[in-house]
């Protein structure tokens, strides 16, 4: 891994010039902040992490208190609440009822066709319980994963709480994931039950997801029965002896079901992500741990009092979903939208007219959508006030000044702070950021959350000096963090733990400036950033390969003013294959088959040789330096 080091600074000085103006609050916002200083709670929280974290924790109910808040005993599968006994679903749902928040509405949802639904905590805890008998029926058990393809639907929410209770593992794949992907993830998981539904609109069109569940049990022979919700009414293939309806399982069940007690390392779900190899890596989260960092966080990074109208703009088949469209705001007992949908059908002002609609108090997307909705104008938020919304957020990718400005003022009228938070699948809740009573910076991600040491360094972990871009490593451990790879404990070690001694490797490249804020400058380059959709150059790469015309392939990320970043291949041929546009097309068509909708090709070239190191390596990042006419960096790897 070398720095591009040239580059790096080049853009250091470019952000650092529009990062002189700070943004700071008004004295009456200020004033009605829970949390005024932010220096202060850092400072605080960093002098005894231990003890901020054991006190976030007693925000929680556990069944039985922990005998030790953290253990680096078998490091680094470190633990957190040892001894602790708890369930994630009971914090996000049981403990509400018998309370005031039981009648409070905590979900609700509207899809593209303008469809509405809404439920209270006391509906989804009757809805929840349902379905935990339906599943228990069914054979799930404790202990065993369960494989969720779902659109945003209250019911991926409830699917996902059912699990929990009954202390299975949830393993939600994004609906945007081919049938093979979803297979790869039932496989490594050996989900013997997969969750889905009929279909969703998208974009005025029906999306099918039945047929590819239907596809992918075919290839994954664990799964024995597919639950599906019926939601677009859609004609679906029906097999009686494996298929079974949501509703049929449902109706006669008891709206009473016992929650399991879990211990707090139990592993409470496993999200798939993109990694440096083909295979994407299954990120374990816990049931003690997650929620703490979960809920402290959305509790403080959006000022939470008790009574907001979330709105997260993601998928719940992200970590961005599971944690602040579901988790996050039930542990905290607010109301949270789902929207299923494009944000600009029927007009781009679709999302403005839905702020005012639902009264949302927060507004948390991603810089790709902010970008989108810039190209339509200004026009379209001018015609709402949108008085309701206080604070703004943004995640999965660096946000860029200008886009950052657009948003705060258009949509946030100048009186919204933005916070830019920046955190990974795997560190399960926000890492870099700012607190609402912060001076922000147009671009800048802040500062580590109270609790998180965070640095920048070489590739010996030494910290650069301020200014200077280089690995964005986490010094300490955190209760929310990843405790393993799913059935693959080395690759764990090995991906972030053993790249830079001593700390957790993020994989980001970053910089922090004068004022300590740090700015992420993206991934090192095997992973893409498509839209904030995280995707692997490998697993791209092996879509490519997996038609017979294809002997190698090179995938790089090309920066895009609103995607952020498009793929770009480069692609060579097996003998007696001509390159034409059709073949683009065939092998673009293989991708989407391969990895799913969610792999977006901008480009293919066809090519005679690709860069590579001596051991056969393809160098991505002199494909990339090539491609932008930017300067190659250290080549001495390069074999010419
Ligand atoms: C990668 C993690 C958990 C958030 C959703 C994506 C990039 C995320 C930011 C940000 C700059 C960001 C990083 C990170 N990223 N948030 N605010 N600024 N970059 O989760 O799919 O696991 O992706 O997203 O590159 O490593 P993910």
Redesign the pocket.
Known sequence: MIMKKKKIDRETTDVLLASEKFYRPSRKFLASLQIKDYEKVRRQAGRDPIKFWTEAARELVWFKEWEKVFSAKSKPFYQWFVGGQCNLAYNALDRHIGTPVENKTAILWEDETGRTRKFTYREVYQEVNKLVNGLKSLGVKRGDRVAIYMPNLPEIAFAMLACLKIGAMHSVVYAGFSAQALADRIMDAKAKILITADGSFRRGKEVMLKPVADEAAVLAKTVKKIVVVKNNNAAVNFNPQRDVWYHDLTKDMSAEAKCARMDAEDPAFVLY?SGTTSKPKGVVHVHGGYPVGVLRTIKWVFDLKGDEIFWCTADPG???GHSYIIYGPLLAGITTLQYEGVPDLPAPDRMWQMVEKYQVNVLYTAPTLIRAMMKYGNDWPKKYDMPSLRILG??????NPEAWKWYHRHIGKGRCPIM???????TGAQMITALPCASLKAGA?GKPFPGIEADVVDKNGRPVKSGQGGFLVIKNQWPSMIRTIFNNPERYKKTYWQEIKGVYF???LAFKDKDGYFW?Q??TDDVL?VA?H?IGTAEVESGFVSHPAVAECGVIGVPDPVKGEVIKAFVILKQGFLGSEELKKELVGQVRKTIGPVAVIKDVAFVDKLPKTRSGKIMRRVLKAQELGLEVGDTSALVS
Not at 420 to 426: A, G, L, R
């Open positions: 992500t992200w970590i961005t943004s995640v999965g990718e660096p946000i830019d938070t920046w955190w990974q699948t795997e991600a993020t994989g980001d992420i993206g991934r950033k904030g995280r």
